[in-house]
C-alpha cells in the first residue's frame, strides 16, 4: 500500500489549490481514506475523510464550507479542493487510508493513530 500525496505551494490568503492522493497497490475505492494537516509545535488533526468504501464525508470545523474531499475511482486518488485559503490551514498535509474504518464509524473521531498506511506529506504555505 502506497500513498502520495501532491499539488501543496505557496498560496495567498483567499486563494484555491488542490491536492491529489495517489494511492497504489490496493483499491482505495474499498477503503475509507482521509487528509490530515500538522503544524509546527501541533498535533497532527484529521481534517476531512470518507469514511468505508461509500460512506458519508466528513469535514473538521475549521474548514467546513471551503475544503471539499472527492474521489476518482477510475484514477485511484483522492482530492482535497481548499477554497478561501487562510494562513492559519498552513501546515503540512498528509492523505491516510486504513482498511478496518467502515462506513457506520465518523472517520474525523475515529484517533490519527488508528489509522494503517500513510503517504509523504505535501506542504501548503498560506501568506502574502
Known amino acids: 500500500v502506497q500513498l502520495q500525496a501532491s499539488g501543496g505551494g505557496l498560496v495567498q490568503p483567499g486563494g484555491s489549490l488542490r491536492l491529489s492522493c495517489a494511492a497504489s497497490?490496493?483499491?482505495?475505492?474499498?477503503?475509507?481514506i482521509g487528509w490530515f494537516r500538522q503544524s509546527p509545535g501541533k498535533e497532527r488533526e484529521a481534517v476531512s475523510c470518507i469514511s468505508g468504501s461509500r460512506g458519508p464525508t466528513y469535514y473538521a470545523d475549521s474548514v467546513k464550507g471551503r475544503f471539499t474531499i472527492s474521489r476518482d475511482i477510475g484514477k485511484n486518488s483522492v482530492y482535497l479542493q481548499m477554497n478561501s485559503l487562510k494562513p492559519e490551514d498552513t501546515a503540512v498535509y498528509y492523505c491516510?487510508?486504513?482498511?478496518?474504518?467502515?462506513?457506520?464509524?465518523?472517520?474525523?473521531?475515529?484517533?490519527?493513530?488508528?489509522?494503517?498506511?500513510w503517504g509523504r506529506g505535501t506542504l501548503v504555505t498560506v501568506s502574502s
Open positions: 497497490g490496493y483499491d482505495s475505492a474499498n477503503f475509507g
Open positions: 491516510a487510508t486504513d482498511f478496518e474504518l467502515n462506513s457506520n464509524t465518523n472517520c474525523l473521531r475515529y484517533g490519527v493513530g488508528r489509522w494503517d498506511y
